[in-house]
């Protein structure tokens, strides 16, 4: 049986080859592990406006493909 990682793996190793683009929720851990920065970095840059996200009440969210047109 695959785990979520080897899945998610093969997802986006499927949308390479394809061209297709797989789009990701991540939330404020989640974009900050993707990142590599810590979620009070993560949280300084929503803040400054210069990270692009969403937000559902008080939490946040960001879409992958929103986060790598950033980078």
Known sequence: ML???????????FADITGQQNDVVMN??????????SPGALRKRVYDGTLPYSKKGRLLYFSRLEINQYY
């Open 3 to 13: 785990t979520r990682t080897e899945i998610n793996m093969i997802v986006e190793r």
């Open 28 to 37: 404020i851990k989640q974009c900050a592990k993707y990142l590599g920065i």
